[in-house]
Protein backbone atom coordinates (compact mmCIF):
# COMPACT_ATOMS: atom_id res chain seq x y z
CA UNK A 1 0.00 0.00 0.00
CA UNK A 2 3.10 2.55 0.50
CA UNK A 3 3.84 2.48 -2.93
CA UNK A 4 -0.19 3.13 -3.97
CA UNK A 5 -0.87 6.90 -4.84
CA UNK A 6 -2.48 8.45 -2.05
CA UNK A 7 -5.41 9.69 -3.86
CA UNK A 8 -5.77 6.08 -4.61
CA UNK A 9 -6.07 4.72 -1.65
CA UNK A 10 -8.34 7.57 -0.72
CA UNK A 11 -10.89 6.97 -3.36
CA UNK A 12 -10.78 3.48 -2.95
CA UNK A 13 -11.71 3.53 1.02
CA UNK A 14 -14.01 6.79 0.40
CA UNK A 15 -15.80 5.09 -1.98
CA UNK A 16 -16.77 1.91 -0.27
CA UNK A 17 -17.39 4.16 2.77
CA UNK A 18 -20.15 5.99 0.77
CA UNK A 19 -21.52 2.57 0.02
CA UNK A 20 -22.82 2.77 3.65
CA UNK A 21 -23.49 6.41 4.02
CA UNK A 22 -24.59 7.86 7.85
CA UNK A 23 -28.18 8.67 6.91
CA UNK A 24 -30.58 7.26 9.83
CA UNK A 25 -29.37 10.19 12.09
CA UNK A 26 -32.12 10.30 14.83
CA UNK A 27 -31.24 6.47 15.55
CA UNK A 28 -27.54 6.69 15.99
CA UNK A 29 -26.93 6.95 19.43
CA UNK A 30 -23.36 7.19 20.90
CA UNK A 31 -21.90 6.29 24.16
CA UNK A 32 -19.03 7.71 25.25
CA UNK A 33 -16.74 6.88 28.31
CA UNK A 34 -13.04 7.42 29.97
CA UNK A 35 -11.23 6.07 33.03
CA UNK A 36 -9.30 8.90 34.63
CA UNK A 37 -6.45 7.36 36.73
CA UNK A 38 -4.28 9.20 39.28
CA UNK A 39 -1.74 8.66 41.63
CA UNK A 40 -3.31 9.73 45.25
CA UNK A 41 -2.77 6.64 47.55
CA UNK A 42 -5.48 5.18 48.97
CA UNK A 43 -4.79 6.03 52.86
CA UNK A 44 -6.64 5.77 55.79
CA UNK A 45 -6.52 6.56 59.56
CA UNK A 46 -5.60 2.68 59.97
CA UNK A 47 -2.64 3.00 57.59
CA UNK A 48 -0.94 6.16 59.16
CA UNK A 49 2.14 5.46 61.81
CA UNK A 50 3.11 9.33 62.13
CA UNK A 51 -0.19 11.48 62.65
CA UNK A 52 0.89 15.48 63.35
CA UNK A 53 -2.03 15.91 65.74
CA UNK A 54 -0.87 12.96 67.48
CA UNK A 55 2.74 14.04 68.30
CA UNK A 56 1.43 17.34 68.63
CA UNK A 57 -1.73 16.42 70.88
CA UNK A 58 -3.78 19.27 72.27
CA UNK A 59 -4.36 17.35 75.30
CA UNK A 60 -0.97 16.56 75.89
CA UNK A 61 -0.02 20.74 75.18
CA UNK A 62 -2.02 21.98 77.84
CA UNK A 63 -0.96 19.05 80.43
CA UNK A 64 2.81 19.72 79.64
CA UNK A 65 1.95 23.73 79.50
CA UNK A 66 0.32 22.74 83.26
CA UNK A 67 2.08 20.02 84.48
CA UNK A 68 -0.48 18.24 84.86
CA UNK A 69 1.63 15.03 84.64
CA UNK A 70 2.80 15.84 88.54
CA UNK A 71 -0.30 14.68 90.03
CA UNK A 72 0.85 10.92 88.78
CA UNK A 73 4.07 11.44 89.67
CA UNK A 74 6.40 8.86 92.20
CA UNK A 75 9.47 10.76 93.29
CA UNK A 76 11.87 7.92 93.59
CA UNK A 77 10.83 6.60 90.48
CA UNK A 78 12.17 9.68 88.85
CA UNK A 79 15.15 9.55 90.91
CA UNK A 80 15.79 6.13 90.19
CA UNK A 81 15.52 6.67 86.70
CA UNK A 82 17.44 10.08 87.01
CA UNK A 83 20.76 8.01 88.34
CA UNK A 84 20.02 5.15 86.01
CA UNK A 85 20.61 7.62 82.82
CA UNK A 86 23.69 9.38 84.60
CA UNK A 87 21.71 12.61 84.86
CA UNK A 88 22.58 13.10 88.79
CA UNK A 89 25.12 10.56 91.09
CA UNK A 90 23.64 8.55 93.61
CA UNK A 91 24.67 10.67 96.29
CA UNK A 92 23.95 14.12 94.87
CA UNK A 93 21.42 16.33 96.60
CA UNK A 94 19.12 18.10 94.38
CA UNK A 95 15.33 19.08 93.26
CA UNK A 96 14.57 15.78 91.39
CA UNK A 97 11.57 18.07 89.92
CA UNK A 98 13.90 20.15 88.42
CA UNK A 99 15.88 17.55 86.74
CA UNK A 100 12.37 16.28 85.58
CA UNK A 101 11.76 19.45 84.01
CA UNK A 102 15.29 19.67 82.04
CA UNK A 103 15.11 16.44 80.88
CA UNK A 104 11.95 15.46 80.24
CA UNK A 105 11.92 12.53 82.44
CA UNK A 106 8.14 12.97 83.14
CA UNK A 107 7.62 11.87 79.05
CA UNK A 108 9.34 8.72 79.76
CA UNK A 109 7.70 7.46 83.05
CA UNK A 110 4.58 9.21 83.01
CA UNK A 111 3.34 10.06 80.01
CA UNK A 112 3.72 6.36 78.68
CA UNK A 113 1.11 5.52 81.31
CA UNK A 114 -1.27 8.31 80.37
CA UNK A 115 -2.04 7.19 77.07
CA UNK A 116 -5.06 9.70 76.52
CA UNK A 117 -5.56 8.89 72.91
CA UNK A 118 -7.74 5.67 73.43
CA UNK A 119 -10.70 8.24 74.37
CA UNK A 120 -9.81 11.59 72.42
CA UNK A 121 -11.67 13.47 69.98
CA UNK A 122 -8.77 13.98 67.95
CA UNK A 123 -7.56 10.55 67.78
CA UNK A 124 -7.42 9.21 63.76
CA UNK A 125 -10.28 11.60 63.01
CA UNK A 126 -9.70 13.26 59.83
CA UNK A 127 -11.50 15.98 60.16
CA UNK A 128 -8.15 17.39 62.22
CA UNK A 129 -5.53 15.69 60.11
CA UNK A 130 -3.27 18.12 58.71
CA UNK A 131 -2.45 15.41 55.64
CA UNK A 132 -5.84 14.77 54.49
CA UNK A 133 -4.77 11.11 54.58
CA UNK A 134 -8.22 9.81 54.05
CA UNK A 135 -9.27 10.18 50.46
CA UNK A 136 -12.92 10.91 50.17
CA UNK A 137 -14.81 11.10 46.84
CA UNK A 138 -16.48 14.52 47.14
CA UNK A 139 -20.41 15.05 45.64
CA UNK A 140 -20.03 17.40 43.25
CA UNK A 141 -18.27 14.80 41.32
CA UNK A 142 -19.70 11.81 41.89
CA UNK A 143 -22.73 12.63 39.83
CA UNK A 144 -20.29 12.02 36.79
CA UNK A 145 -19.00 8.31 38.07
CA UNK A 146 -19.55 5.25 37.62
CA UNK A 147 -17.22 3.55 39.56
CA UNK A 148 -13.90 4.64 41.50
CA UNK A 149 -11.36 2.40 42.84
CA UNK A 150 -7.95 2.01 44.05
CA UNK A 151 -5.65 0.64 41.47
CA UNK A 152 -2.34 -0.79 43.34
CA UNK A 153 -0.67 -0.47 39.67
CA UNK A 154 -0.56 3.76 39.79
CA UNK A 155 -3.34 5.13 42.21
CA UNK A 156 -7.15 5.98 42.46
CA UNK A 157 -8.72 5.53 39.37
CA UNK A 158 -12.16 7.29 38.20
CA UNK A 159 -14.40 5.75 35.52
CA UNK A 160 -16.87 7.98 34.48
CA UNK A 161 -20.28 7.40 33.21
CA UNK A 162 -20.58 6.55 29.68
CA UNK A 163 -22.64 9.87 28.76
CA UNK A 164 -24.88 10.85 26.20
CA UNK A 165 -23.21 13.64 24.91
CA UNK A 166 -19.91 15.33 24.19
CA UNK A 167 -20.52 18.21 25.60
CA UNK A 168 -21.56 16.64 29.17
CA UNK A 169 -18.53 14.34 28.53
CA UNK A 170 -16.49 17.54 28.24
CA UNK A 171 -17.81 19.10 31.39
CA UNK A 172 -17.45 15.80 33.49
CA UNK A 173 -13.94 15.40 32.76
CA UNK A 174 -13.48 19.21 33.22
CA UNK A 175 -14.46 18.72 36.76
CA UNK A 176 -12.97 15.60 37.50
CA UNK A 177 -9.77 16.94 36.35
CA UNK A 178 -10.47 20.00 38.65
CA UNK A 179 -11.28 18.15 41.95
CA UNK A 180 -8.39 15.77 41.37
CA UNK A 181 -5.98 17.78 41.04
CA UNK A 182 -4.23 18.17 37.50
CA UNK A 183 -0.93 17.59 40.24
CA UNK A 184 -2.16 13.82 40.58
CA UNK A 185 -2.36 13.27 37.20
CA UNK A 186 0.55 11.95 36.07
CA UNK A 187 1.85 11.49 31.72
CA UNK A 188 4.98 9.95 32.74
CA UNK A 189 3.93 6.78 34.83
CA UNK A 190 1.19 3.60 34.24
CA UNK A 191 -1.61 6.17 34.56
CA UNK A 192 -2.84 7.55 31.62
CA UNK A 193 -6.58 7.55 30.28
CA UNK A 194 -8.48 4.58 29.00
CA UNK A 195 -11.49 5.74 26.08
CA UNK A 196 -14.39 3.90 25.69
CA UNK A 197 -16.39 3.73 23.09
CA UNK A 198 -19.62 2.17 21.40
CA UNK A 199 -23.26 3.03 18.90
CA UNK A 200 -26.14 1.91 17.92
CA UNK A 201 -27.16 2.64 14.89
CA UNK A 202 -30.90 1.12 14.12
CA UNK A 203 -30.87 -2.73 14.46
CA UNK A 204 -27.15 -2.55 13.47
CA UNK A 205 -24.75 -1.64 17.04
CA UNK A 206 -20.64 -1.62 17.13
CA UNK A 207 -20.81 -5.19 17.59
CA UNK A 208 -21.71 -6.07 14.66
CA UNK A 209 -18.67 -4.37 13.32
CA UNK A 210 -16.12 -4.46 16.47
CA UNK A 211 -13.17 -6.26 14.23
CA UNK A 212 -13.64 -3.25 12.05
CA UNK A 213 -13.59 -0.25 14.01
CA UNK A 214 -10.45 -1.97 16.21
CA UNK A 215 -8.71 -2.10 13.39
CA UNK A 216 -9.15 0.65 11.57
CA UNK A 217 -8.61 2.96 14.69
CA UNK A 218 -5.41 0.78 14.87
CA UNK A 219 -4.47 1.96 11.51
CA UNK A 220 -4.27 5.62 12.53
CA UNK A 221 -2.75 4.54 15.96
CA UNK A 222 0.69 6.21 14.37
CA UNK A 223 -0.55 9.05 13.77
CA UNK A 224 -3.36 9.59 16.87
CA UNK A 225 -0.03 9.10 18.61
CA UNK A 226 1.53 11.83 17.02
CA UNK A 227 -0.77 14.27 17.34
CA UNK A 228 -2.29 13.49 20.93
CA UNK A 229 0.54 11.65 22.93
CA UNK A 230 2.99 14.10 24.85
CA UNK A 231 6.60 13.22 24.82
CA UNK A 232 6.71 11.35 28.24
CA UNK A 233 4.37 8.43 27.22
CA UNK A 234 6.82 6.32 26.17
CA UNK A 235 7.62 5.93 29.73
CA UNK A 236 4.14 4.46 30.26
CA UNK A 237 4.80 1.15 28.48
CA UNK A 238 3.88 -2.41 28.27
CA UNK A 239 -0.04 -0.79 28.75
CA UNK A 240 -0.73 0.12 25.03
CA UNK A 241 0.73 -2.79 23.60
CA UNK A 242 0.66 -3.04 19.33
CA UNK A 243 -0.37 -6.30 17.73
CA UNK A 244 2.71 -8.54 17.39
CA UNK A 245 1.98 -9.19 13.77
CA UNK A 246 -0.95 -8.51 10.69
CA UNK A 247 -1.58 -12.47 11.02
CA UNK A 248 -2.47 -12.26 15.03
CA UNK A 249 -4.02 -9.12 14.85
CA UNK A 250 -7.50 -10.60 15.25
CA UNK A 251 -6.98 -11.96 18.00
CA UNK A 252 -4.51 -9.40 19.82
CA UNK A 253 -7.56 -6.75 19.95
CA UNK A 254 -9.13 -9.18 22.63
CA UNK A 255 -6.05 -8.94 24.73
CA UNK A 256 -6.72 -6.22 27.69
CA UNK A 257 -3.42 -4.63 26.85
CA UNK A 258 -3.56 -3.98 23.13
CA UNK A 259 -3.87 -0.38 22.67
CA UNK A 260 -7.23 -0.96 21.00
CA UNK A 261 -9.19 -4.17 22.06
CA UNK A 262 -12.58 -5.11 21.99
CA UNK A 263 -14.57 -5.58 25.82
CA UNK A 264 -17.91 -6.89 26.70
CA UNK A 265 -19.68 -3.39 26.63
CA UNK A 266 -17.59 -1.05 24.44
CA UNK A 267 -14.20 -0.81 22.27
CA UNK A 268 -11.13 0.31 24.62
CA UNK A 269 -8.76 2.62 23.52
CA UNK A 270 -5.78 2.79 25.54
CA UNK A 271 -3.01 5.01 22.86
CA UNK A 272 -4.25 8.68 24.53
CA UNK A 273 -1.87 10.81 27.12
CA UNK A 274 -3.78 11.46 30.43
CA UNK A 275 -6.67 14.02 30.59
CA UNK A 276 -4.54 15.95 32.36
CA UNK A 277 -4.74 17.43 29.09
CA UNK A 278 -8.60 18.54 28.67
CA UNK A 279 -9.13 19.57 25.44
CA UNK A 280 -6.87 17.30 23.85
CA UNK A 281 -8.78 14.38 25.83
CA UNK A 282 -11.66 15.27 24.45
CA UNK A 283 -11.03 16.13 20.80
CA UNK A 284 -9.33 12.65 20.75
CA UNK A 285 -12.40 11.11 21.91
CA UNK A 286 -14.63 12.89 19.27
CA UNK A 287 -11.78 11.47 16.76
CA UNK A 288 -12.23 8.35 18.35
CA UNK A 289 -15.89 8.18 17.31
CA UNK A 290 -16.00 9.33 14.16
CA UNK A 291 -13.37 6.72 13.29
CA UNK A 292 -16.22 3.68 15.25
CA UNK A 293 -18.63 5.51 13.17
CA UNK A 294 -17.29 4.49 9.68
CA UNK A 295 -17.96 0.45 9.33
CA UNK A 296 -16.04 -0.14 5.92
CA UNK A 297 -12.58 -1.54 7.03
CA UNK A 298 -9.41 0.21 5.46
CA UNK A 299 -7.14 -2.10 4.12
CA UNK A 300 -3.99 -3.25 6.13
CA UNK A 301 -1.12 -4.92 4.17
CA UNK A 302 1.78 -6.41 5.73
CA UNK A 303 3.93 -3.34 4.73
CA UNK A 304 1.92 -0.58 6.16
CA UNK A 305 1.03 -2.41 9.04
CA UNK A 306 5.10 -2.55 9.66
CA UNK A 307 4.94 0.85 9.12
CA UNK A 308 2.62 1.76 11.64
CA UNK A 309 3.94 -0.45 14.25
CA UNK A 310 7.35 1.17 13.79
CA UNK A 311 6.27 4.55 14.10
CA UNK A 312 3.69 3.91 17.07
CA UNK A 313 6.52 1.93 18.93
CA UNK A 314 8.76 4.95 18.36
CA UNK A 315 6.29 7.08 20.42
CA UNK A 316 4.76 4.88 22.19
CA UNK A 317 7.64 2.88 23.73
CA UNK A 318 10.72 4.49 22.88
CA UNK A 319 9.94 8.13 22.84
CA UNK A 320 12.78 8.60 19.74
CA UNK A 321 12.47 11.35 16.91
CA UNK A 322 10.43 10.56 13.87
CA UNK A 323 12.44 11.13 10.90
CA UNK A 324 11.46 13.46 7.98
CA UNK A 325 10.49 10.18 6.36
CA UNK A 326 8.25 9.28 8.89
CA UNK A 327 6.60 12.52 9.35
CA UNK A 328 5.81 12.65 5.61
CA UNK A 329 3.93 9.58 5.51
CA UNK A 330 2.13 11.29 8.84
CA UNK A 331 1.15 13.81 6.67
CA UNK A 332 -0.23 11.49 3.72
CA UNK A 333 -1.83 9.44 6.56
CA UNK A 334 -3.83 12.38 8.31
CA UNK A 335 -4.89 13.46 4.48
CA UNK A 336 -6.63 10.04 4.44
CA UNK A 337 -8.24 10.29 8.30
CA UNK A 338 -9.40 13.82 7.57
CA UNK A 339 -10.83 12.44 4.77
CA UNK A 340 -12.47 9.57 6.45
CA UNK A 341 -14.03 11.02 9.00
CA UNK A 342 -15.01 14.49 7.64
CA UNK A 343 -18.56 13.84 7.77
CA UNK A 344 -19.16 11.83 10.89
CA UNK A 345 -16.80 14.61 12.62
CA UNK A 346 -19.30 17.21 11.17
CA UNK A 347 -22.46 15.17 12.84
CA UNK A 348 -20.27 15.25 16.26
CA UNK A 349 -19.37 19.06 15.97
CA UNK A 350 -22.83 20.11 16.61
CA UNK A 351 -23.52 18.79 19.58
CA UNK A 352 -20.02 19.47 21.03
CA UNK A 353 -20.51 23.15 20.08
CA UNK A 354 -16.98 23.50 18.10
CA UNK A 355 -15.66 23.46 14.61
CA UNK A 356 -13.85 19.81 14.88
CA UNK A 357 -12.17 19.48 11.80
CA UNK A 358 -10.70 22.59 12.37
CA UNK A 359 -9.32 22.40 15.81
CA UNK A 360 -8.03 18.65 14.31
CA UNK A 361 -6.11 20.28 11.80
CA UNK A 362 -4.86 22.65 14.13
CA UNK A 363 -3.85 19.26 16.42
CA UNK A 364 -2.07 18.08 13.51
CA UNK A 365 0.02 21.44 12.83
CA UNK A 366 1.14 21.67 16.67
CA UNK A 367 1.39 17.75 17.62
CA UNK A 368 1.94 17.15 21.40
CA UNK A 369 4.38 14.82 20.55
CA UNK A 370 7.04 17.61 19.50
CA UNK A 371 5.96 20.35 22.63
CA UNK A 372 8.95 21.39 24.05
CA UNK A 373 6.89 22.46 27.11
CA UNK A 374 3.50 21.03 28.61
CA UNK A 375 0.56 23.37 27.05
CA UNK A 376 -3.30 23.42 27.53
CA UNK A 377 -4.78 22.61 23.98
CA UNK A 378 -7.72 25.10 23.95
CA UNK A 379 -10.76 24.22 22.17
CA UNK A 380 -13.01 26.96 22.99
CA UNK A 381 -11.08 28.91 20.10
CA UNK A 382 -12.75 26.82 17.48
CA UNK A 383 -16.42 27.39 18.57
CA UNK A 384 -18.78 27.51 16.26
CA UNK A 385 -20.71 30.62 15.63
CA UNK A 386 -24.06 30.43 15.27
CA UNK A 387 -26.63 32.80 12.82
CA UNK A 388 -29.64 33.22 14.74
CA UNK A 389 -32.27 34.38 11.89
CA UNK A 390 -34.65 36.93 13.32
CA UNK A 391 -37.92 35.51 15.07
CA UNK A 392 -36.10 32.00 14.69
CA UNK A 393 -35.93 29.74 17.86
CA UNK A 394 -32.95 29.79 19.89
CA UNK A 395 -33.41 26.70 21.53
CA UNK A 396 -34.52 24.47 18.25
CA UNK A 397 -32.29 21.26 17.75
CA UNK A 398 -29.55 21.60 14.62
CA UNK A 399 -30.63 19.11 11.88
CA UNK A 400 -27.10 17.09 12.18
CA UNK A 401 -27.38 17.15 15.76
CA UNK A 402 -27.83 13.08 17.68
CA UNK A 403 -29.42 11.95 20.20
CA UNK A 404 -26.61 10.59 22.22
CA UNK A 405 -27.20 7.64 25.21
CA UNK A 406 -25.28 6.33 28.06
CA UNK A 407 -23.53 2.85 28.02
CA UNK A 408 -25.65 0.23 29.01
Keep these: MLNMELDEIVNQIIEEAEKQPITVRPKIMYKIGTEIETTIEEKTCSDCNECEICRNCPICTDCQERQLYCADCNKEEIRRYAIEQGYIDEDEDINICDICQECFLYSVLICERCQPCTDCNYFRNPEYCPYGDEFTVKDNIKQYLDNYYYDESCGYE??????????????????????????????????????NISWVNGNKTWVDYGKTIAQNILFFSDLLSYMFCSPETHW???????????????????????????????????????????????????VLLAIGLRTTKIPFDKETFNKTK????????????????????LKNKFKLLRRFIEKPLKILEHDLGVDLMKALEHRFQNPKYEEIEEKDFDLEQFAIKRKVKANANVNAIPPTQLTLTAFA
Design 158 to 195: FCTKPFSSLKDYWRAVKEIVKVVGKENISIGDKCGGHI
Design 236 to 286: RDSYKEFPTCLETLENDIYDKYCAVHIKDYAIEIRIPDSPKDIDNHVLFSA
Design 310 to 329: EIYDKINYYGKELSKEDKSY
